[in-house]
């Protein structure tokens, strides 16, 4: 029997950010609510079955106005999982928080949401990504 292979390339038109921290992910929203002025509410979190591999359950915080919209998303899963890596974006790892921002300018343009970030205390590091040279992209499209 012939096999057919669909191939997708997808193209993401937001802004990623890493971030390196160990305060707990209520600490960084409610953090990152004081010092950007914005309005982080927990939602319902991500859920990915991976069939035979196993689950990820993906905590998700959202900020969105009419132009904008912010995630805030835990990068391990919140539940045990029986993957190798239980990661949202398993390329980037070493990355405890990913921020995806959609539409952003004014304070939540990229260069100085970075910049604003780094200068945060419950931030060790930060960094921006491009999420079309990732390898599991497709996780990140809601």
């Known amino acids: 029997m012939k096999t057919l292979t669909l191939d997708v390339d997808y193209d993401c038109d937001f802004d990623l950010f890493g971030i390196v921290s160990s305060s707990r992910e209520h600490k960084l929203a409610w953090t990152l609510n004081s010092s950007l002025r914005l309005r982080l509410v927990k939602q319902q979190d991500l859920i990915y079955d991976l069939f035979a591999q196993g689950r990820l359950v993906i905590s998700n915080y959202l900020h969105a106005t009419e132009n904008s919209t912010l995630r ?33 300018a004014g304070p939540l343009a990229p260069e100085e949401l970075l910049e604003q970030l780094t200068r945060l205390p419950e931030v060790q590091y930060a960094c921006q990504f491009d999420p079309n040279t990732l390898k599991f992209k497709e996780n990140l499209l809601f």
């Open 72 to 104: 805030l998303l835990r990068n391990r899963s919140v539940d045990p999982s029986p993957l190798k890596k239980p990661f949202l974006a398993p390329d980037i790892k070493e990355y405890d928080y990913l921020i995806q921002v959609s539409n952003g």
